[in-house]
């Protein structure tokens, strides 16, 4: 496609943050931005991403520094004891597992998110035919508010990637922060100054992906 002119060049803009936004495992616990700027990000994803019949199921917690920490030497101590009961093989954790961990230890921040599915029981009784949609649809918000804040925080000069350690960590994390039971923990997303570049990247080709009519 050769270069299209848009209306706004902010659109432009959005497209290149768009395509900038990559996967950053090397990460440094250093920001390019203050922890209000980033406090700021995370709050407009919860207010201002959608959800189905506005129900507003997302629940996100920011965890900066040594709170950040504190996370992934929870996921190192799970994983440990997940070790220690012949679970997970010694040799895969030391080489592998723990490696990882550290790295994402050694960024600045972790976002959590969650959805408060239980929030979604009156709208369930009210709309009894798209019960069975709710709760995905409470997913497809959340992972909206997740792919705002990684464009968010990679325009501001920060690597991210995001991570799947429930249900491994969810009883810490819930005892560790004090947070309610209903919230259920989906996604964590770390942040940091890059350290390295993102690995390299192939793309399946948009044909037999897409299709356009009308045009
Ligand atoms: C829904 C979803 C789940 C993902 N889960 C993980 C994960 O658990 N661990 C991880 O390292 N990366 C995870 N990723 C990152 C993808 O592997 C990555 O986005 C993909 O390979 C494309 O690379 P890029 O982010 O650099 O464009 C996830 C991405 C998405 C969209």
Redesign the pocket.
């Known amino acids: 496609m050769g270069s299209i002119e848009f209306k706004n060049p902010a659109t432009t803009t959005l497209l290149e943050l768009v395509k900038s936004?990559?996967?950053?495992?090397n990460l440094k616990a250093e920001s390019p931005i203050s922890d209000d700027a980033i406090d700021h990000i995370v709050q407009d994803s919860v207010l201002h991403v959608p959800s189905s019949f506005n129900t507003q199921t997302s629940r996100v917690v920011l965890l900066l520094k040594e709170e950040h920490k504190k996370l992934w030497d929870i996921a190192i101590k799970v994983m440990e004891g997940l070790v220690a009961a012949g679970q997970v093989p010694k040799e895969m954790f030391e080489n592998s597992t723990k490696p990882?961990l550290e790295g994402f230890k050694a960024g600045y921040g972790t976002v959590l998110f969650f959805v408060d599915y239980e929030s979604l029981a009156a709208i369930k009784e009210k709309f009894a035919i798209y019960a069975a949609k709710f709760d995905p649809f409470a997913l497809e918000s959340n992972?909206m508010s997740?792919?705002f804040v990684?464009l968010a925080l990679e325009s501001e000069g920060f690597g991210a990637?995001?991570?799947?350690?429930s249900p491994l960590i969810d009883e810490d994390v819930r005892k560790t922060w004090n947070l309610p039971e209903s919230w259920k923990l989906d996604?964590q997303m770390v942040f940091g100054v890059p350290a390295s570049e993102?690995?390299e990247?192939t793309f399946a080709p948009l044909e037999g992906r897409y299709k356009v009519f009308g045009k």
């Not at 990637?161 to 350690?165: F, G, I, S, T």
């Open positions: 936004r990559r996967t950053y495992y990882k992972a997740q792919y990684w990637n995001l991570q799947h350690y996604a993102p690995g990247k």
